[in-house]
T-cell receptor, first 114, second 111 residues
Framework: SQTIHQWPATLVQPVGSPLSLECTVE??????LYWYRQAAGRGLQLLFYSVGIGQISSEVPQNLSASRPQDRQFILSSKKLLLSDSGFYLC?????????????FGPGTRLTVT | QKEVEQDPGPLSVPEGAIVSLNCTYS??????FMWYRQYSRKGPELLMYTYSSGNKEDGRFTAQVDKSSKYISLFIRDSQPSDSATYLC???????????FGTGTRLTIIP
């Protein structure tokens, strides 16, 4: 069966510090991968998605970036965090290239920028 | 106008009641419809997944899609306190890698 991991689970970072969040998927090959942010009381905002290694699509212009160095690894980064970057960050995967389109989410990383 | 509208609630019902959760949408190209359940401080969990119009049942849960009205519903029978969570609808069109989510309805089942 497939499993998605995210770490860290919680993070408190000062404004201006760098960020690196990691997501890995087990039990599948060539998945589509997604990064979302969920602010308190708000819906899910898609930040980035990737359909293959090195292929990143950005949905929202901001100070975040994403990379996919390996097939089942997705990294969210920032060089300098802003207060507005606080939120619940979720990684998700879906089967790529097939008829199935549902997405499965990881446990999330709760980021607080102080 | 948002592509997907969902009443944020909160919705409180007594244990054992039938719960109806709904979303409306404006994009007629949407063909795939999903319901997620999200417990506090956890990632969303896929509950139901339907394609095009019709009903789909899984245990106490029934998902209903009415494409002519651009309206989808999730029914929970014999609701339990463990059903207390935020429920998110999501949908997509054919060939699009991205989901469009509703903002979620917060549901509380009162014992």
């Amino acid at each position: 069966s497939q499993t998605i991991h995210q770490w860290p689970a919680t993070l408190v970072q000062p404004v201006g510090s760098p960020l690196s969040l990691e997501c890995t998927v087990e039990g599948t090959s060539n998945p589509n991968l997604y990064w979302y942010r969920q602010a308190a009381g708000r819906g899910l905002q898609l930040l980035f998605y990737s359909v293959g290694i090195g292929q990143i699509s950005s949905e929202v212009p901001q100070n975040l970036s994403a990379s996919r160095p390996q097939d089942r690894q997705f990294i969210l980064s920032s060089k300098k965090l802003l207060l507005s970057d606080s939120g619940f960050y979720l990684c998700a995967w879906s089967p790529g290239g097939g008829a199935l389109y549902e997405q499965y989410f990881g446990p999330g990383t709760r980021l607080t920028v102080t | 106008q948002k592509e997907v509208e969902q009443d944020p609630g909160p919705l409180s019902v007594p244990e054992g009641a039938i719960v109806s959760l709904n979303c409306t949408y404006s994009n007629s190209a949407f063909q795939y419809f999903m319901w997620y359940r999200q417990y506090s401080r956890k990632g969303p969990e896929l509950l139901m997944y339907t394609y095009s119009s019709g009903n789909k049942e899984d245990g106490r849960f029934t998902a209903q899609v009415d494409k002519s009205s651009k309206y989808i519903s999730l029914f929970i029978r014999d609701s339990q306190p463990s059903d207390s969570a935020t429920y998110l609808c999501a949908m997509k069109d054919f060939g699009n890698e991205k989901l469009t989510f509703g903002t979620g309805t917060r549901l509380t089942i009162i014992p």
